[in-house]
Nanobody
Framework: VQLQASGGGLVQAGGSLRLSCAAS????????MGWFRQAPGKEREFVSA????????DYADSVQGRFTISRDNAKNMMYLQMNSLKPEDTAVYYC????????????????????WGQGTQVTVSS
């Protein structure tokens, strides 16, 4: 499956952005989907994940209550609504697809994902 993330940009602290991830070349609903981010000089970290149907989701503590993940299986799309953005949210954001289960710890680790998009830059100014 091929993934393409979009929607990043420059926003002031407290602002909002909506990231999108378009999937092609596979059966989208077969995959657990996730968002990760990587800031300069730091390791790639888990942001959020959503189950095949969208009925279950998970968030990193740092974004809980501010970010919302969703998916539209009919459109082969996944989204990340980011509100109340902070400068520490600045990073390249990646979408990823996982053929493993949702209710396993692998969903929060980069190595638990099989396919990756190219990333989209999010910059939050103070």
């Amino acid at each position: 499956v091929q993934l393409q993330a979009s929607g990043g940009g420059l926003v002031q602290a407290g602002g909002s952005l909506r990231l999108s991830c378009a999937a092609s070349g596979g059966t989208f609903s077969n995959y657990v989907m996730g968002w990760f981010r990587q800031a300069p000089g730091k390791e790639r970290e888990f942001v959020s994940a959503i189950s095949w149907s969208g009925s279950s989701s998970d968030y990193a503590d740092s974004v809980q209550g501010r970010f919302t993940i969703s998916r539209d299986n009919a459109k082969n799309m996944m989204y990340l609504q980011m509100n109340s953005l902070k400068p520490e949210d600045t990073a390249v954001y990646y979408c990823a697809a996982r053929s493993g289960g949702f209710f396993t710890t692998g969903r929060v680790f980069p190595h638990g994902y099989d396919y990756w998009g190219q990333g989209t830059q999010v910059t939050v100014s103070s």
